[in-house]
């Protein structure tokens, strides 16, 4: 069976990977250059078959999480993980909000584990996240994907981990649906947005915070997360924004005088 352009991009950059550059340890009497399908299996987090089914062709189309766990195992740079989301069928289209996250963005978040940093798509919904976010929180995987959402969390509250004033929530609150009607625009055709607002138009602060039309972009809040084990852990977050895929990310800094870098270290 010819190799598809998919498997023929995977088995390439396979070949090209350096054992010892991912942490593998490499034997004199190894037979080839890159990596084994075996060790791209386990670096992936998939089965050695599959990778082999997916290199010869045989293999439906493969999702977007084994596409980014493959960018990621492989070290692709932004340009050819989008290609290899391209060849597995998943070229963005221009009326849907992207959540794919570069793998240059991965590399950044994994070497920031002293603080909780997660990534949101343009409607806040969190696509990643690092452990020590998880730790804090609690970890996200528990929970569906819909109320994994962080307008969903705070109008529904269903993160008893998160502790407000008044006035943190009020400004919380209008600055997320001022960032979400603003996201409304650009994406004006995207379901996924409608769904949301529709679902959130039950809770009446969000409904009263809707009918504003207030436009903006969330930048930074203030939240206390409230640990089983470490108690209050004060913290301010700062949202950065990605100029081409529209992610938000995420981090959560000590707030300075309160101890909270020493309950971080601790949960580390």
Not at 179 to 189: E, G, I, K, Q, V
Not at 202 to 224: C, I, M, P, Y
């Amino acid at each position: 069976m010819v190799i598809n352009d998919f498997g023929a991009a995977l088995r390439a950059w396979r070949d090209r990977v350096d054992p010892a550059a991912v942490g593998l340890k490499t034997a004199s009497s190894r037979r080839v250059a890159g990596l084994r399908r075996g060790e791209l299996a386990t670096l992936a987090g998939i089965s050695t078959e599959y990778v082999a089914r997916l290199e010869q062709g045989r293999a439906a189309t493969p999702s977007a999480q084994v596409c980014t766990s493959l960018a990621r195992a492989l070290r692709l740079s932004d340009d050819e993980q989008a290609h290899l989301m391209r060849l597995a069928g998943f070229a963005p289209a221009p009326d849907r909000i992207p959540c794919l996250i570069p793998s240059s963005l991965h590399r950044v978040i994994d070497e920031l584990g002293d603080i909780p940093v997660a990534v949101y798509d343009a409607a806040w919904r969190l696509l990643h996240w690092n452990r020590l976010f998880a730790a804090v929180f609690g970890d996200p995987a528990d929970a569906t994907v819909d109320d994994r959402n962080a307008l969903i969390i705070q109008f529904e509250s269903r993160n008893p981990r998160v502790r407000q004033t008044d006035t943190e929530r009020a400004y919380f609150e209008q600055s997320l649906v001022a960032d979400l009607r603003s996201t409304s625009a650009r994406y004006p055709n995207d379901p996924d947005v409608a769904a949301l607002v529709s679902r959130l138009a039950g809770n009446d602060r969000f409904r009263h915070l809707w009918a504003l039309r207030a436009v903006a972009v969330h930048e930074s809040a203030h939240k206390t997360a409230v640990h089983p084990v470490v108690g209050a852990i004060p913290l301010d977050a700062n949202v950065l924004t990605t100029q081409n895929a529209d992610l938000r990310v995420v981090v959560l800094t000590p707030r300075p005088g309160t101890g909270a870098r020493e309950k971080l270290d601790l949960l580390a």
